[in-house]
């Protein structure tokens, strides 16, 4: 086993844990692995420009993409290339970023995290609805932006929040 891909391993469990709960609509899922591939070529065109001895992809835009939901594929691109993986303080700033976008996914999971999350992807359903005239593209939206559990309720107790299924109309 690849003790480098651990990451990559629990984001899909995460990732389909959450959704089959109801705390995350499919798109979560598109966006990390829409932004995974576009950070895995944007590794390899730096590996191919540093091999060529050409105008590289500046660290910083490669630490953005990590931040922005890209760092599965930036972990199989420095696996798989062999690129990024020796200089210590890149690694360091990589994993920041990685606990960055960790904690963010684990926001979601909060009570107001969902209600954000809820809010926003039916403002965009809506949108979509409203502006785009195609019946195949409103319901590739709906099925993306569309929660597996319509509603919960969240109880208070002293310590924690406790989460059950609000009643189905």
Same mark, same amino acid.
């Given at each position: 086993?690849?003790? @480098?891909?651990? =990451?990559? @391993? #629990?984001?899909?469990?995460?990732?389909? *844990?959450?959704? @089959?709960?109801?705390? &995350? =609509?499919?798109?979560?899922?598109?966006?990390?692995?829409?932004? *995974?591939?576009?950070?895995?070529?944007?590794? #390899? %065109?730096?590996?191919?420009?540093?091999?060529?001895?050409?105008?590289? &992809?500046?660290?910083?835009?490669? +630490?953005?993409? /990590?931040?922005?939901?890209?760092?599965?594929?930036?972990?199989?691109?420095?696996?798989?290339? $062999? +690129?990024?993986? %020796?200089?210590?303080?890149?690694?360091?700033?990589?994993?920041? &970023?990685?606990?960055?976008? *960790? !904690?963010?996914?684990?926001?979601? +999971?909060?009570?107001?995290?969902?209600?954000?999350?809820?809010?926003?992807?039916?403002?965009? +359903?809506?949108?979509?609805?409203?502006?785009? /005239?195609?019946?195949?593209?409103?319901? !590739?939206?709906?099925?993306?932006?569309?929660? $597996?559990?319509?509603?919960?309720?969240?109880?208070?107790?002293?310590?924690?929040?406790?989460?059950?299924?609000? =009643?189905?109309?």
């Amino acid at each position: 086993m690849k003790y @480098y891909y651990l =990451p990559n @391993y #629990a984001l899909v469990i995460t990732l389909a *844990s959450s959704y @089959y709960l109801g705390y &995350t =609509p499919l798109i979560l899922t598109a966006i990390f692995v829409l932004a *995974s591939v576009f950070t895995y070529f944007l590794y #390899a %065109k730096d590996k191919k420009a540093a091999m060529r001895n050409t105008w590289r &992809t500046p660290e910083s835009s490669l +630490h953005l993409c /990590s931040l922005l939901c890209g760092w599965p594929g930036a972990i199989i691109a420095q696996q798989k290339l $062999r +690129h990024k993986t %020796k200089k210590v303080s890149f690694r360091l700033v990589f994993v920041i &970023t990685l606990l960055i976008n *960790s !904690a963010v996914l684990a926001g979601l +999971h909060t009570s107001n995290g969902e209600r954000i999350v809820r809010s926003f992807t039916e403002s965009l +359903h809506n949108f979509v609805a409203i502006n785009v /005239s195609d019946m195949y593209v409103n319901k !590739a939206a709906a099925s993306l932006l569309s929660f $597996r559990v319509k509603s919960f309720g969240f109880q208070q107790n002293d310590n924690f929040y406790i989460r059950k299924s609000a =009643p189905q109309n």
